[in-house]
C-alpha cells in the first residue's frame, strides 16, 4: 500500500459543480447558495487507486476532512504486524478526518481506498472559517459523529462478546444495512465484500469465515450467487 500525497492538486471540476454536489451532501444540506459557494471555493478534488492510503493512523500533518464524490474508503486500525480490522466503510458523500481536524490532534486510524475513488479535500483552516460563518455545519458534524459514536460502541460489544460465528453474521447484517437492496423478504448484496474484507470487519481469518459462509448457505440463511450475497433470513442471522 501506498501513503498519498495530496498537498498539491488541480481542481478538475467546476465551482458550480462542486456547489451542486455539496448540496446533496448531508453534512451542508442546510446551507443556502452563499454557504455552499464559500465551500465550493476552498475544495480540492483528488482521486485515488484501490489500496492507497489515504489518511495514516498517528500522522499529525495535512489535517482536513474529506467528503467521498464517488468510490468508497475502509477505516481501519492497522497493527504492528500489519493486519488490519476494519471499523467502518464509507461511501459516496459521506465525511472523514472530521476528528484531527477539530481538535488538531493526530489521526485516530487510517483510511485506506477501497476501491478507486474521487474525494473533495477541505483543509483545516479554511474550513474552520467556514463554520465560524455557517454554525450549521458544526451541528450537522456533531449529529453524524454522535451516530458513529454509537455504531462504534455496538462494532466494539459484538468483537468483544460474540462467538466468531455471530460476528461474521452480524458483518453481514451490516453490510446488508448499509449497501444491500431489498427484493420482497430478502436483501441482495451486490458486488460482494471479499471473505478477506469480512474477516477484516469481524477480527478473524479468512479460512474461518469462508467455513462460516459455507456453513450459513447449507442452512439456507444465505445465498451466494457469484458477485452477490442474497440474506435469504435475516431473523436468523439475528438470533
Known amino acids: 500500500m501506498i501513503v498519498h500525497n495530496y498537498a498539491a492538486q488541480k481542481r478538475p471540476m467546476e465551482t458550480s459543480e462542486i456547489e451542486t454536489f455539496f448540496a446533496k451532501v448531508p453534512l451542508f444540506a442546510t446551507l443556502e447558495e452563499k454557504g455552499l459557494k464559500a465551500i465550493a471555493d476552498t475544495a480540492v478534488l483528488k482521486s485515488f487507486n484501490s489500496g492507497e492510503i489515504i489518511v495514516q493512523e498517528q500522522d499529525s500533518e495535512n489535517q482536513s476532512v474529506f467528503i467521498i464524490v464517488s ?20 461511501q459516496k458523500s459521506d ?9 488538531g490532534e493526530p489521526r485516530s486510524a487510517s483510511v485506506i481506498a477501497a476501491e ?9 483552516r479554511a474550513y474552520l472559517d467556514i463554520i465560524k460563518k455557517f454554525p450549521s455545519i458544526a451541528v450537522q458534524m456533531l449529529i453524524e459523529m454522535s ?6 460502541n455496538r462494532h466494539i ?7 466468531v460465528y455471530g460476528r461474521v453474521a452480524d458483518v453481514l447484517l451490516q453490510i446488508a444495512q448499509d449497501k444491500g437492496v431489498k427484493s420482497g423478504t430478502m436483501t441482495i448484496i451486490q458486488d460482494r465484500p471479499t471473505h478477506q474484507i469480512i474477516a477484516d470487519m469481524a477480527g478473524t481469518s479468512r479460512e474461518t ?21 442474497i440474506i435469504a ?7
Do not use: P, W
Open 71 to 90: 468510490g468508497s474508503v475502509n477505516v481501519v486500525l492497522i497493527t504492528t504486524e500489519g493486519k488490519q480490522t476494519i471499523l467502518a466503510t464509507l
Open 95 to 103: 465525511f472523514f478526518g472530521e476528528m484531527a481536524l477539530l481538535d
Open 116 to 124: 478507486r475513488c474521487s474525494l473533495l479535500i477541505l483543509y483545516r
Open 147 to 152: 451516530q458513529r459514536l454509537r455504531k462504534a
Open 157 to 163: 460489544n459484538t468483537l468483544s462478546l460474540m462467538s
Open 209 to 229: 469465515v469462508s467455513r462460516i459462509l459455507s456453513q450459513l448457505q447449507k442452512k439456507g440463511y444465505i445465498i451466494i450467487d457469484k458477485k452477490k450475497i
Open 233 to 239: 433470513h435475516e431473523e436468523k442471522l439475528l438470533d
